[in-house]
């Protein structure tokens, strides 16, 4: 087909929960019965038309699909599952007459309802972006029900625009797929390709009758070493299916976007494939050095799309280099585009919103509309020419060495202290031997407590809203915040739990509590991003060398172990975590960064100990998610990343017990590191996937304390005590009773207490029915 131009600049997509959050409002109010469909579908739409003319206004074409529809009313992977109809068995009966899935329904399946647990939920590539994990079976029926998709490219039409819906493409779509519970053993999702793309076909067709002339394809899993498919496999899909696709007679343009990483021996792949547009991440990857004859031949008779901007994170950035990458693209096409790197929904809106951050540290920074604005820049200089940038290249430049010289961005003491350290800081003393001290701990078999965080109740917010308005003193807060404390400790003694938290109703979220107490960060006001669903986190801005001045969580976790006799954890969030969850500076390796948090928390951990705190807990659930995707370069991560923990929790007496968290990822790939942390006990998500985890944990050899989740907390559902109960049989059936412990998949923060205390009223009834049925000692943690 003759395709039409593709536009000179473009982005992959855009944050899409609204400036100030409003589409996670309207969705809870949907969820709680304040507002109906049709409410919900009027703020969506709003928030959409707000996007385009936002977009067009910051240099993106009004009508030559350089603006994506990549809107989602909660995870764009289970919009691409329900746009090719394969919903699980158990949610049929939510399917109309034409085997459609309302609104209602589109949320069930996402949270769950009743009995019925929802999709699995895990870690978007390197991102801390989680999606939906479709389920595919032999007998899944596919059937295309791309009605949104249509109905978004006709209402933008209706607007003036001429846009490019976005879609999961059929071979990412299905590599991130697992296989339906009733799927015979051997079976792969893989195997359903050919009944998968004529169904992409039908919606091409149907995108091409709206009126749009390209449609992007995202196909992240074909940069990915760490996809559990045969490589060779995954190549022979991609021919499968982008000849199919290609080589449909009515069909919009296809824009194959593969980001996060280089496509390496995807790119000939993608190249001989009768595509029209193709994007290089050239951020995470690199301009090829060379290329077989025929697929620079295939190459360039495409529009390659050059992802110079960093999608991933906040900083302005080397505008003159990105340029140069830009233009280096033109050796392989005489078409090039411009392009974010990834999608721009893991970053915040507007760095124009951020009026109480330092003025000097904001002309470093780059939000999503920075980013834009910078790819029309960008587009301008491959239009006309550097001459006709310059200016924009300097200014660039201007404040990256401005930023380099900065005070606090390098500072002598910290490291000094790092340069300082040898291999002993990095060690305890043997398992065995703090298993011994531990014993004074007193806990019974099967030990029971939760990861950290109580319900954040509304009470709690307004507290912490007036003392930022100045409507409340520091020292009613303080009062306030014991008070809430007390509460929560009071309640896990009549549930009855052994090792109690403090609720940590203080923080506001678990790495931006640590940034506002940190030298070498700043927080914003308005820079959220979504992390899943409707939940929204505010990264912190890691910007300079790191450094505690002062104990952090001390007088909580001292005040709650006052309040009874029952072990309270002091609860830490790790530096992989504090860094996986920030905005953090590029400008040094990853790991020094990381060793830098890790002293800061040795210190905090010394203090802990110090006022008689006997189990810290160091969350680490983002160690999975940094894993690079290229295998070459995980073992050096995995090095600093586990080395960053040990030197966090090193100092710690052996009589110290020390936990350690892991959340919503696949483990498997990461287990032998797991184990390396060398925490004394580690919890792990594992309720939604109903303990698949446990396989891993006792074909590994895993040895040390595990806590595999027994309740999901991402979903309103209320486990069973049967269902917990089940999940514990299979956790005690693989491992060795004496090092099992019980908690939820993670903290409960998000949840009411209703169902809050309802579900920890199972797991404590459901962990004494299975103590019942064992014969092991108590101590046995």
Known sequence: MTAPAFPTGTILGYPRIGRRRELKKAVEAFWAGAIDAAELERTAAGLRAATRERLAGLGLGRTDSAIPESFSFYDQVLDAAVAVGAVPTRFERLLDADGALDLAGYFTVARGEGDDAPLEMTKWFDSNYHYLVPEIGPDTSFAAHGERLVAQVREARDAGFLTRPVLVGPVTFLLLAKAADDAPEGFRPLD????????????????AAAGAEWVQLDEPALVSESIDEQRDRVLEAVGIAYDALGSAEERPAIFVAAPYGSLDDALPALAAAPIEALSLDLVRGTVPEQLDPATEESLAAKTLVAGVIDGHNIWRGDLERAFELAEAVRSFSGSVAVSTSTSLLHVPHDVDDE???????????????????????????????????????????????????????????????????????????????????????????????????????????RARARLLKG????????????????????????????????????????????????????????????????????????????????????????????????????????????????????????????????????????????????????????????????LADQPAYLDWSVGSFRLATAGAAPATQVHTHLCYSEFGVVIDAIRSLDADVTSIEAARSRMEVVDDLATSGFDHGIGPGVYDIHSPRVPSVEEVQSLLERAVAEIPAGRLWVNPDCGLKTRGYDETVASLEHIIEATRAVRAGLAVPANAG
């Open 471 to 630: 409507e409340l003193t520091d020292a009613a807060y303080r009062e306030l915040m014991r008070e809430e404390i007390a509460r929560v400790i009071r309640l896990q003694e009549e549930l009855g739990l052994d090792v109690l938290v403090h609720g940590e109703p203080e923080r506001n979220d678990m790495v931006q509590y640590f940034a506002e107490l940190l030298d070498g960060f700043a927080v914003t006001q308005h820079g959220w991003v979504q992390s899943y669903g409707s939940r929204c986190t505010r990264p912190s801005i890691l910007w300079g060398d790191v450094s505690r001045p002062a104990p952090m969580t001390v007088e909580w976790s001292a005040y709650a172990q006052s309040l009874s006799d029952k072990p309270v954890k002091g609860m830490l969030t790790g530096p992989v975590t504090i860094l996986a969850w920030s905005f953090v500076r590029e400008d040094q390796p990853l790991g020094d960064t990381a060793r830098q948090v890790g002293l800061a928390l040795r210190d905090e951990i010394a203090d802990l100990e110090a006022a008689g705190i006997r189990v810290i807990q160091v969350d680490e659930p983002a160690l999975r998610e940094l894993l690079p995707l290229k």
């Open 355 to 461: 009026t109480l951050l330092d003025p000097r540290l904001v002309s470093w920074l780059a939000f999503a509309d920075q980013k834009v604005a910078q790819v029309a820049v960008l587009a301008r200089g491959v239009a006309e020419g550097r001459d006709a940038i310059a200016s924009e290249l300097d200014a660039a430049s201007a404040a990256l060495a401005d930023r380099a010289g900065a005070p606090g961005v390098r500072v002598p003491a910290v490291r000094d202290r790092l340069a300082a350290l040898d291999d002993a800081d990095f060690s305890r003393v043997a398992y065995d031997e703090r298993v011994a001290a531990q014993e004074g701990l007193d806990l019974p078999a099967l030990p029971t407590t939760t990861i950290g965080s109580f319900p954040q109740t509304a009470e709690i917010r």
């Open 192 to 207: 359903r390709l050919a009944d998968l793309v004529p169904v992409y076909a039908t919606l091409l067709a149907e995108l």
